[in-house]
């Protein structure tokens, strides 16, 4: 009896973790688009993946004093950090200087699609039917996005615009690519230190890129709108979120956890319509969906795919 209360403990402390992240990181996109209305983009991410970065280390250390610090795995821990950290969220960062913080959720929401595309290029999946009808589903719903965009006429905006909306693929697809690369190399030694340390090392490069790609003239370190949003992406974006995720992985399954991916972009959409009157009409609704839709077909179309091999083996 006390055996099973204290797993139903653990799995209602683990469902109350999912509920957080799933509301906290759709979240940060608003408070991204606040922070780079007054700071400059890089700068402004570096700083804040770096200070998240350091406490988490601390947290680490304090829990698991075991730290493989080889050559090797600085190395690893660098690549990550560079195409997590430097390369997804410095685009994404970037990128929402020039696009509506909902949009850019939506569009960051196709990253399983990446994934799936990345892996069939290297021989380790195989298309079928749903995941072909998945990700044409889903890349259209990215065409709805900025449908109204491109039937403008162009103009200085709309084709700053459409470069935010490159950026955004390719920080997705960075961000997947990293993704990969970080599940075959783990170390479990302490992964919570090695996670501060991707995110020290992709905050530091974001330093060295930003004097190429930021504005310093209109720079003014205190404001106090933008001060608090680099503090709740610090607090609540980096380092309860991410340790609300690794508890909820630890209870529940993988496939019932990452399914966060489907909530982020609704709740994106719907605060940046409410706190910042970004538009959100038909288009942007039917894009959600159908994004959303595509997400899960292909999914299915995974799952399905694994179950065969499964069974052949």
Request: hydrophobic share 55%; proline share 2%; aromatic share 12%.
């Amino acid at each position: 009896m006390q055996l099973a209360s204290l797993i139903m403990k653990n799995q209602t402390k683990a469902y109350i973790a999912y509920a957080f992240i799933c509301i906290i990181w759709g979240t940060t996109y608003l408070a991204i688009r606040v922070a780079v209305l007054h700071y400059p983009p890089y700068l402004m991410a570096g700083t804040r993946q770096v200070l998240s970065g350091l406490i988490l280390v601390a947290i680490a250390l304090m829990v698991n004093r075991q730290v493989d610090l080889s050559r090797k795995n600085i190395m690893q821990q660098a690549i990550i950090g560079f195409l997590l950290i430097t390369m997804g969220n410095g685009l994404v960062t970037w990128a929402e200087q020039y696009i509506q913080s909902g949009i850019a959720a939506l569009i960051c929401s196709t990253m399983p699609i990446s994934a799936v595309l990345i892996n069939i290029v290297n021989g380790k999946e195989r298309l079928n039917l749903r995941v072909i009808l998945g990700m044409l589903l889903g890349f259209s719903g990215v065409a709805v996005v900025f449908h109204e965009s491109l039937n403008q006429q162009a103009s200085g905006d709309n084709q700053i615009f459409i470069i935010g909306i490159i950026a955004l693929f390719v920080a997705t697809f960075s961000w997947a690519l990293g993704s990969l690369f970080n599940k075959r190399n783990v170390d479990a030694k302490n992964s919570l230190f090695n996670a501060g340390l991707q995110v020290i090392i992709g905050g530091s490069f974001m330093f060295i890129i930003s004097p190429f790609v930021d504005h310093y003239e209109h720079l003014v370190l205190w404001n106090e709108e933008g001060f608090w949003a680099v503090v709740y992406l610090i607090v609540f974006g980096s380092v309860l979120a991410y340790a609300a995720y690794m508890y909820a992985l630890k209870v529940l399954p993988v496939g019932f956890v990452t399914s966060y991916a489907y909530v982020n972009p609704l709740v994106a959409v719907l605060l940046g319509s409410w706190m910042l009157d970004e538009s959100l009409n038909m288009y942007t609704i039917l894009a959600f969906v159908m994004i959303i839709m595509g997400i899960f077909i292909v999914r299915s179309g995974y799952k399905k795919q694994q179950a065969i091999a499964d069974k052949s083996d």
